[in-house]
């Protein structure tokens, strides 16, 4: 008898272990930790190293751009400032000879061909402040951007002024001998009349030019 009691209690705690074993509410043993892949680490060391590098590359160009700009813009604005300078001076120029000339008496008034001969060198006198001025004045004088033979404007005040002394070297002449004297007006290299060069500008300058270029008057 103490073999059957026993039997049955022998199997009901075999079938709890079997039924602790298989129940899904009891605690189940944590899985081991997975070690890291180190080809893995290595690739995303490199991704990473390669985007800092990329970043600074960007930085480096849009700083680069940034300073190019930068000094462009600033030697644009200087240049700006100097052609300003440079026209406002040359417009003070041509109003200081304008006056010069208003205070002479024109050739063109005179009565005779020496007296003519002087007063154009009265005139030349007062246009050499101005050729002085016009010297100083090389970042806006000194080519004509309407020249073929880039020329500067300075040069074609001087050839005025060569031809008027010309004129009255001739007219000394004229006294001396009877010889006629004639004014040449002098031309650019492709024949057209320097003083048309002249009036182009400044503005300020048109008489001026236009009276000394003709000394007959």
Known sequence: MTDDASTPAADDTTSGAHRSVSDPAAPQPEPAARQPDPAAQRRRRRLTIAVIAGAAVVVLLVCGCLGAFAAGL??????????????????SACRDLEKRLNRLLPPGATDSP????????????????????????????????????????????????????????????????????????????????????????????????????????
């Open 74 to 91: 600033g030697r644009f604005t200087r240049e700006s400032d100097r052609e300003r300078t440079a026209q406002a001076r040359a417009e």
């Open 114 to 217: 020496g007296q003519r001969a002087a007063a154009i060198r009265d005139e030349n006198a007062a246009v050499r402040p101005f050729l002085s001025d016009v010297e100083r004045l090389r970042g806006w004088w000194d080519a004509d951007p309407d020249d073929d033979e880039r020329r500067g404007r300075g040069q074609y005040w001087q050839q005025l002024v060569d031809a008027r002394s010309s004129y009255a070297d001739a007219l000394d002449r004229q006294v001396t001998n009877g010889e006629p004297a004639f004014f040449l007006a002098p031309r650019d290299a492709l024949g057209r009349p320097v003083v048309d060069r002249l009036q182009h500008g400044p503005e300020e300058c048109a008489a001026s030019a236009r009276r000394l270029a003709a000394p007959d008057l």
